[in-house]
């Protein structure tokens, strides 16, 4: 049995270059390790994030006193950390402490077992993981993960094949031909920026080339429009473009028949459901997702339930702030088929724990950005490895693969 002996603490740097922290475990054998990602557009109801320091802090000074000694069993540090917080949105302590420790101790558990990380994961699900992903890639960035750029946040090409290698390597090629179109700038996902005025002008392109290169089998498109963004209180602006909640539906349903969309990412303000309802209820073969108004929060989970607000959950391990609470969330919506995606955040680090994540908790599918920057492309490649890793390419023998 091993126990919890020692937590280190450095402050290292997001893909945005903005201060985070990196939280090592130790116990008597092993250590493991988690580097916090951070969003950049945030839903009012995520748990909070401390500065770097004052995580740092209250994981050094306050935390590891109370969990040092410890059994490595991250389920009940959770609860002694969330009880000793005491808050809903994890004020005193932190979204970032707590989880840091939380995953860390996850991966420490797996090395314990001598078992692959979502191996491990996979017994607090009820099915085998599964490796028959969607790959959501953030194409086209806008919103605020650019400067410029469209109103919507971002354009998504899903891409089905039958292995996770084909669509990776599928999204890549497609992701270098729309760069030959474009003469662009990067944003904070990978995705390239374009101008403002006209919010169609990437789905045209992206519809173009996926009909012209004959991908119509393994690749489609969605959209996370991140609506709270462009909404003002009463009225939501597109393109410079007034529209009431009915207007914008209607334009949303447009879109879909337009160009085939088979996703939409929180379509209207935060605390909408009853839009989100009534929207889902008018669209065939696409899928209505909450995000900021879910944010991997069960009783906000439960509402949407309620309301049949959506098809679809992002799932974000950092909203909530703790591996337990997460896969609490995941559960629940599967439980009341409501497809799951594991999401990254626009600022990443090169960790890549959500691909294991999905593919234990057999998620429909993974948001991790454009096939480009080391921080997306980690997660790419960790998706390669463990699908190489069930078809026995990689021996394992007590080693994190």
């Given at each position: 049995?091993?126990?919890i ?16 922290i ?12 988690f580097s916090l990602p ?6 009012k109801?995520?748990?909070v994030f ?10 050094e ?14 389920q ?6 969330i009880?000793?917080?005491?808050t809903?949105q994890k ?14 101790l996850?991966k ?8 692959p ?6 017994n607090?699900?009820?099915?085998k993981?599964?490796?028959s ?6 194409f ?13 946040q971002?354009?998504l090409?899903i891409l089905?094949?039958?292995s996770?290698?084909?669509s ?39 519809k ?10 393994n ?6 429009l991140?609506a709270?963004?462009f ?29 085939g969309?088979?996703y939409?990412?929180d ?5 909408d ?8 209820k008018?669209?065939n ?8 108004l ?5 009783e ?12 679809g ?5 950092n909203q ?22 594991i ?23 993974i ?15 960790r ?13 394992f ?5």
């Amino acid at each position: 049995m091993e126990h919890i002996k020692n937590i280190k603490v450095i402050k290292i740097l997001n893909s945005r270059s903005e201060e985070t922290i990196k939280v090592k475990v130790f116990s008597e054998n092993f250590s493991a390790s988690f580097s916090l990602p951070q969003g950049k557009s945030k839903g009012k109801h995520e748990a909070v994030f401390l500065s770097a320091d004052k995580a740092k802090e209250k994981i050094e000074n306050l935390i590891l006193k109370k969990i040092k000694g410890e059994k490595v069993d991250f389920q009940k540090i959770d609860k002694i950390l969330i009880n000793l917080d005491g808050t809903k949105q994890k004020k005193k302590l932190g979204a970032n402490s707590i989880l840091g420790i939380s995953v860390a101790l996850a991966k420490l558990q797996a090395k314990i077992q001598r078992k692959p990380l979502f191996e491990f994961l996979s017994n607090f699900f009820e099915k085998k993981p599964n490796f028959s992903l969607h790959l959501l890639m953030n194409f086209v960035n806008g919103g605020v993960h650019s400067v410029g750029g469209p109103t919507f946040q971002e354009y998504l090409l899903i891409l089905k094949s039958e292995s996770l290698s084909k669509s990776v390597f599928l999204g890549s090629k497609i992701y270098k031909i729309l760069g030959e179109k474009v003469n662009s700038n990067i944003g904070d996902e990978g995705g390239y920026v374009f101008g403002k005025g006209n919010s169609e002008k990437p789905l045209e392109i992206l519809k173009g080339i996926i009909k012209n290169e004959n991908f119509q089998k393994n690749a489609f498109l969605g959209l996370d429009l991140a609506a709270s963004q462009f909404f003002n209180g009463k009225n939501y602006f597109v393109d410079g473009k007034k529209f009431s909640k009915n207007d914008l539906k209607n334009y949303y349903l447009k879109l879909v028949l337009k160009y085939g969309l088979i996703y939409l990412e929180d379509p209207f303000e935060e605390n909408d459901f009853n839009s989100f309802s009534l929207l889902k209820k008018e669209v065939n073969n696409c899928v209505v997702v909450g995000d900021d108004l879910t944010v991997t929060n069960k009783e906000r989970l439960k509402e949407a339930i309620k309301k049949q607000s959506i098809s679809g959950l992002i799932v974000k391990p950092n909203q909530i702030g703790s591996l337990s609470e997460t896969i609490e969330v995941i559960n629940l919506a599967k439980k009341n088929n409501i497809k799951v995606i594991i999401s990254h955040r626009s600022g990443e680090t090169n960790d890549s724990f959500i691909a294991d994540l999905a593919i234990a908790s057999n998620a429909w599918g993974i948001k991790t950005g454009a096939p480009a920057r080391g921080e997306r492309v980690a997660k790419y490649n960790r998706l390669i490895e463990m699908e190489n890793l069930k078809k026995g390419f990689y021996p394992f023998k007590g080693r994190k693969i």
